[in-house]
């Protein structure tokens, strides 16, 4: 059983940096992928960042790539997501999930989650 949670959110002008944790519990934590959502007011749940149980690869959906960077320490079984220029379409509740495998959108392949932790972007 692994246990996420997400830390980090908050209201922001665009432009400025966000930087979200999740934190891992679980013996198997650190043999997960690890991978970022969001869900934005009447939208489905996108996928944003993954990053390999190692830390060695990572993958970006297009809208982030150059902006945002995602990093895991498995000393301290946390992942990050460092946003940068930050917009408002942006603006999103942001889970962490676990996955057994790499680089996958799909949502409903990944077996555990955090509870969210809101971003708000204002103009």
């Known amino acids: 059983q692994v246990q996420l949670v997400e830390s980090g959110g908050g209201l922001v002008q665009t432009g400025d940096s966000l930087r979200l944790s999740c934190a891992g519990s679980?013996?198997?934590?650190?043999?997960?992928?690890v991978g970022w959502f969001r869900q934005a007011p009447g939208k489905e749940r996108e996928f944003v960042a993954e990053?390999?149980?190692?830390?060695?690869?990572?993958c970006y959906t297009d809208p982030v790539r150059g902006r945002f960077t995602i990093s895991r320490n498995n000393a301290e079984n946390t992942v990050s997501l460092q946003m940068n220029n930050l917009k408002p379409e942006d603006t999103a509740v942001y889970y962490c999930?676990?996955?057994?495998?790499?680089?996958?959108?799909?949502?409903?392949?990944?077996?555990?989650w955090g509870q969210g932790t809101p971003v708000t972007v204002s103009s």
């Open positions: 990053v390999t149980w190692s830390g060695t690869s990572t």
């Open positions: 999930a676990a996955s057994g495998i790499f680089c996958t959108r799909d949502s409903h392949l990944y077996n555990y």
């Open positions: 679980g013996r198997t934590f650190s043999s997960y992928a």
